[in-house]
């Protein structure tokens, strides 16, 4: 689904540019009701155009003001330019069908909302109620639709369509071009690109159900292999952010997990056709790096994982999470002994018992290092409270607040941590492993050993992410009271302006008398909106309203902890295979959940079970693949053939397979899959051929899928897993090369 800006036809020329074969269906009692349409929107597009664009301008012109005022004309100018882009993408393709109804009203629906000069509606945006129907009547439940039409578009020209009568009425039967859905089938079977397609025209009733559904609590969509999951995902993203007012989300609130970067790429495109461009996007270790880099740790986002599978186990559980909070505790224990604090007016002892008051005084929630400012506050208001009224109260505090033994003596007792010091004395301190997760076995320590405290896997990255986010920025205090500083100078010095200005015997321009107001000297002083962080806008280490998380059946409890403690609302959108989990995933989505802190009564599950990505030839050969390892796997019927069996060859034939592959066809995206690191023939140069291990290969979809070596992903359930979800990529053929001297055949 590649960008392009579509031609908009001329007043008197045609949307259709149907090939020879489907003259059939451009007969003017089919297609002229429609031409008229059309024509009505491109005026109304042209129009919005221009308008947009002088709103733009102006909006560019106006200044940009303080605080909230800065936050809404920046909005306004991303809002203004999304939309645009998306009318200058599309022009005319940005319909994408219409329904009749029985009452004769024809609705067409579009990716946006589009009215005339006169108000009435041309288009309905795809996201509201209005436009449901068009998605979800079905021949059991026409939801009062008669017919409906859907569009296949190139170039900013309809090549095609396909029209589904939903009523038993010969008139309405006749005024539409029924096929059997061949339209369908015929743009299921295109040629990939390397970016995953526009779909938005042909999304299914179940999957538009799924889409619609409500953002409370976590709901689970399982499906196998091309059910449509990502494309529930993806549509289910715009469509929550377009019901924002309903759903509590805001723009850039929403976040979007994929499996890895390939997969991000892969989607790249999709989101954007659908009018969204600020949904942001990360992998799971994406999203700890983002936090671990804002400390001065980055460069984390590529770790290798973890060679030892128990090692990872280990690191991956909620118990090895919650041993971060025991090695923090463990550096929070308040001083045994007491201690004399001289001043210039009074000696002070501060005693064991106001030591453990301060440090009970830290809120809940206050990060570690940050929590000094509370501490130290605390322990001043106990001796202020011993000095009595015989001292002066602020001199007192100055000098207590900033006495040197005092501070050593804090920071000794409740030293300044980062996390990676904190995670890397877990792995080279036997003992303190042993303090803060004593269930672990001696030959469990003895396995988390190594020798260097910084060799990182992929399997810390939620450790880290956890440690970073209980001890918070070790120079947060230092940094909060440096800009109380700077702001109270700043302040200083606008009253001094003020004070001057009102003062000045020349005032030529009467601004005097407006400074003596009481609201503009606030409004000039206040300077508490610049450089807010608060005004900043939504970034990988903040929060979100929703979270939804493709292929969620590979995340580890670890990594599950990390999403919801950036979903405090619990709102998540789960999609994934337990079929096609590389690890054992012998419970249900419930159970794992509730595992992590999501209560059962708060996840709900929908399934998908038709495949309308993988012919039913590749399939047939994959479902044995996987049921030998789990005969209850949910193995989704294709609904159309390719005509192409499965070949199979040797190794030696990888070069000839793909030269032959990429001589017969002119378009699409081949892929040979094979162990991580196998050593591969030689192939042809072309940026049409990829060559990635299964686990890279999960959510994409190829055109010829070319699997090397199958044997060599191993035995059990991953390599079974892997097998599977390298077959299953295929769109169109699959090749197995094998290791023996066997000439290529098909099964």
Same mark, same amino acid.
């Given at each position: 689904?590649?960008?392009?800006?579509?031609?908009?036809?001329?007043?008197?020329?045609?949307?259709?540019?149907?090939?020879?074969? &489907?003259?059939?269906?451009?007969?003017?009692?089919?297609?002229?009701?429609?031409?008229?349409?059309?024509?009505?929107?491109?005026?109304?597009?042209?129009?919005?155009?221009? $308008?947009?664009?002088?709103?733009?301008?102006?909006?560019?012109?106006?200044?940009?003001?303080?605080?909230?005022?800065?936050?809404?004309?920046?909005?306004?100018?991303?809002?203004?330019?999304?939309? &645009?882009?998306? /009318?200058?993408?599309?022009?005319?393709?940005?319909?994408?069908?219409?329904?009749?109804?029985?009452?004769?009203?024809?609705?067409?629906?579009?990716?946006?909302?589009?009215?005339?000069?006169?108000?009435?509606?041309?288009?309905?945006?795809?996201?509201?109620?209005?436009?449901?129907?068009?998605?979800?009547?079905?021949?059991?439940?026409?939801?009062?639709? !008669?017919?409906?039409?859907?569009?296949?578009?190139?170039?900013?020209?309809?090549?095609?369509?396909?029209?589904?009568? &939903?009523?038993?009425?010969?008139?309405?039967?006749?005024?539409?071009?029924?096929?059997?859905?061949?339209?369908?089938?015929?743009?299921?079977?295109?040629?990939?690109?390397?970016?995953?397609?526009?779909?938005?025209?042909?999304?299914?009733?179940?999957?538009?159900?799924?889409?619609?559904?409500?953002?409370?609590?976590?709901?689970?969509?399982?499906?196998?292999?091309?059910?449509?999951?990502?494309?529930?995902?993806?549509?289910?993203?715009?469509?929550?952010?377009? +019901?924002?007012?309903?759903?509590?989300?805001?723009? %850039?609130?929403?976040?979007?997990?994929?499996?890895?970067?390939?997969?991000?790429?892969?989607?790249?495109?999709?989101?954007?056709?659908?009018?969204?461009?600020?949904?942001?996007?990360? !992998?799971?270790?994406?999203?700890?790096?983002?936090?671990?880099? %804002?400390?001065?740790?980055?460069?984390?986002?590529?770790?290798?994982?973890?060679?030892?599978?128990?090692?990872?186990?280990?690191?991956?559980?909620?118990?090895?999470?919650?041993?971060?909070?025991?090695?923090?505790?463990?550096?929070?224990?308040?001083?045994?002994?007491?201690?004399?604090?001289?001043?210039?007016?009074?000696?002070?002892?501060?005693?064991? $018992?106001?030591?453990?008051?301060?440090?009970?005084?830290?809120?809940?929630?206050?990060?570690?290092?940050?929590?000094?400012?509370?501490?130290?506050?605390?322990?001043?208001?106990?001796?202020?409270?011993?000095?009595?009224?015989?001292?002066?109260?602020?001199? @007192?505090?100055?000098? &207590?607040?900033?006495?040197?033994?005092?501070?050593?003596? /804090?920071?000794?007792? =409740?030293?300044?941590?980062?996390?990676?010091?904190?995670?890397?004395? /877990?792995?080279?301190?036997?003992?303190?492993?042993?303090?803060?997760? *004593?269930?672990?076995?001696?030959?469990?320590?003895?396995? @988390?050993?190594?020798?260097?405290?910084?060799?990182?896997?992929?399997?810390?990255?939620?450790?880290?992410?956890?440690?970073?986010?209980?001890?918070?920025? *070790?120079?947060?205090?230092?940094?909060?009271?440096?800009?109380?500083?700077?702001?109270?100078?700043?302040?200083?010095?606008?009253?001094?302006?003020?004070?001057?200005?009102?003062?000045?015997?020349?005032? *030529?321009?009467?601004?005097?008398?407006? /400074?003596?107001?009481?609201?503009?000297?606030?409004?000039?002083?206040?300077?508490?909106?610049?450089?807010?962080?608060?005004?900043?806008?939504?970034?990988?280490?903040?929060?979100?309203?929703?979270?939804?998380?493709?292929?969620?059946?590979?995340?580890?409890?670890?990594?599950?902890?990390?999403?919801?403690?950036?979903?405090?609302?619990?709102?998540?959108?789960?999609?994934?295979?337990?079929?096609?989990?590389?690890?054992?995933?012998? +419970?249900?989505?419930? +159970?794992?959940?509730?595992?992590?802190?999501?209560?059962?009564?708060?996840?709900?599950?929908?399934?998908?079970?038709?495949?309308?990505?993988?012919?039913?030839?590749?399939?047939?050969?994959?479902?044995?693949?996987?049921?030998?390892?789990?005969?209850?796997?949910?193995?989704?019927?294709?609904?159309?053939?390719? %005509?192409? *069996?499965?070949?199979?060859?040797?190794?030696?034939?990888?070069?000839?397979?793909?030269?032959? =592959?990429?001589?017969?066809?002119?378009?699409?995206?081949?892929?040979?899959?094979?162990?991580?690191?196998?050593?591969?023939?030689?192939?042809?140069?072309?940026?049409?051929?990829?060559? @990635?291990?299964?686990?890279?290969?999960?959510?994409?979809?190829?055109?010829?899928?070319?699997?090397?070596?199958?044997?060599?992903?191993?035995?059990?359930?991953?390599?079974?897993?892997?097998?599977?979800?390298?077959?299953?990529? $295929?769109?169109?053929?699959?090749?197995?090369?094998?290791?023996?001297?066997?000439?290529?055949? !098909?099964?």
């Amino acid at each position: 689904m590649g960008a392009h800006t579509s031609a908009m036809p001329c007043q008197n020329a045609s949307a259709f540019a149907l090939p020879d074969h &489907l003259a059939h269906k451009t007969d003017p009692d089919l297609i002229g009701a429609d031409d008229h349409h059309f024509a009505a929107i491109s005026h109304a597009l042209a129009d919005k155009v221009s $308008a947009l664009s002088a709103r733009l301008d102006r909006r560019r012109r106006d200044p940009a003001g303080r605080g909230a005022q800065t936050i809404d004309r920046d909005a306004d100018i991303r809002r203004l330019v999304a939309v &645009l882009t998306t /009318l200058r993408r599309f022009g005319l393709d940005v319909c994408i069908g219409h329904f009749a109804t029985a009452g004769g009203e024809r609705v067409y629906v579009g990716r946006i909302g589009l009215l005339d000069a006169a108000g009435t509606p041309l288009l309905v945006d795809w996201r509201t109620p209005a436009a449901e129907p068009f998605f979800a009547a079905t021949l059991a439940d026409p939801r009062g639709v !008669t017919y409906r039409r859907r569009y296949r578009w190139s170039g900013g020209r309809i090549v095609d369509y396909w029209d589904e009568v &939903l009523c038993d009425d010969d008139e309405v039967a006749a005024r539409t071009s029924l096929d059997d859905q061949s339209a369908f089938v015929a743009s299921l079977s295109g040629a990939r690109t390397g970016r995953m397609r526009d779909v938005l025209s042909t999304i299914r009733s179940d999957q538009d159900a799924i889409i619609r559904a409500g953002a409370r609590g976590a709901l689970v969509v399982e499906g196998g292999p091309g059910t449509g999951k990502t494309v529930v995902a993806l549509h289910r993203a715009a469509y929550l952010l377009h +019901e924002q007012s309903r759903s509590g989300l805001s723009r %850039g609130n929403l976040l979007l997990v994929g499996p890895h970067r390939p997969y991000l790429d892969y989607v790249a495109d999709v989101l954007p056709a659908l009018g969204e461009h600020s949904v942001q996007t990360a !992998t799971v270790a994406d999203l700890a790096a983002a936090g671990l880099d %804002g400390i001065g740790l980055g460069g984390l986002a590529d770790l290798a994982d973890e060679t030892d599978s128990e090692v990872a186990r280990l690191k991956s559980t909620v118990e090895m999470v919650e041993a971060i909070e025991a090695g923090v505790r463990f550096y929070e224990q308040p001083p045994e002994e007491s201690m004399l604090v001289q001043t210039e007016w009074v000696d002070l002892r501060i005693t064991r $018992a106001d030591w453990a008051e301060a440090f009970a005084a830290v809120e809940d929630g206050t990060p570690h290092n940050e929590a000094h400012t509370q501490i130290r506050e605390t322990l001043v208001e106990v001796l202020l409270e011993k000095a009595g009224d015989e001292v002066p109260t602020d001199h @007192l505090r100055a000098e &207590l607040l900033t006495d040197p033994e005092l501070r050593r003596t /804090l920071y000794r007792a =409740w030293p300044m941590l980062r996390p990676e010091e904190l995670v890397g004395d /877990l792995w080279t301190v036997p003992a303190y492993l042993r303090l803060c997760a *004593p269930w672990l076995s001696t030959e469990q320590i003895r396995l @988390l050993q190594r020798p260097g405290p910084q060799a990182w896997t992929s399997a810390d990255l939620p450790l880290l992410d956890a440690a970073r986010l209980r001890l918070g920025d *070790p120079e947060h205090a230092r940094l909060a009271q440096r800009r109380k500083a700077e702001r109270a100078a700043e302040l200083e010095r606008r009253r001094m302006v003020i004070d001057e200005v009102i003062a000045a015997n020349d005032d *030529p321009e009467g601004v005097a008398p407006m /400074l003596r107001h009481r609201d503009l000297q606030e409004a000039l002083l206040d300077p508490s909106t610049e450089d807010d962080p608060a005004v900043a806008g939504p970034r990988l280490t903040g929060t979100f309203g929703h979270i939804i998380v493709d292929e969620a059946q590979e995340l580890t409890d670890a990594q599950w902890l990390m999403l919801l403690r950036r979903c405090p609302s619990g709102s998540l959108t789960v999609v994934g295979d337990r079929a096609q989990s590389r690890r054992n995933f012998d +419970e249900s989505w419930a +159970e794992r959940l509730h595992r992590v802190g999501l209560s059962p009564g708060r996840v709900s599950q929908v399934g998908l079970s038709i495949n309308y990505r993988t012919p039913s030839e590749v399939m047939d050969a994959a479902a044995p693949v996987i049921r030998s390892v789990r005969p209850d796997a949910n193995v989704p019927e294709s609904v159309r053939s390719s %005509g192409v *069996p499965v070949e199979c060859g040797r190794i030696d034939d990888l070069s000839v397979v793909i030269a032959d =592959w990429l001589a017969e066809h002119s378009e699409g995206v081949a892929c040979v899959i094979s162990a991580p690191g196998a050593a591969l023939p030689d192939i042809p140069a072309s940026d049409r051929v990829r060559s @990635l291990s299964p686990a890279d290969a999960k959510g994409l979809e190829f055109d010829l899928v070319v699997l090397v070596d199958p044997e060599s992903l191993g035995s059990g359930v991953t390599g079974a897993v892997d097998r599977y979800v390298a077959m299953t990529r $295929a769109t169109q053929q699959l090749v197995v090369l094998n290791s023996e001297r066997a000439d290529r055949s !098909t099964t």
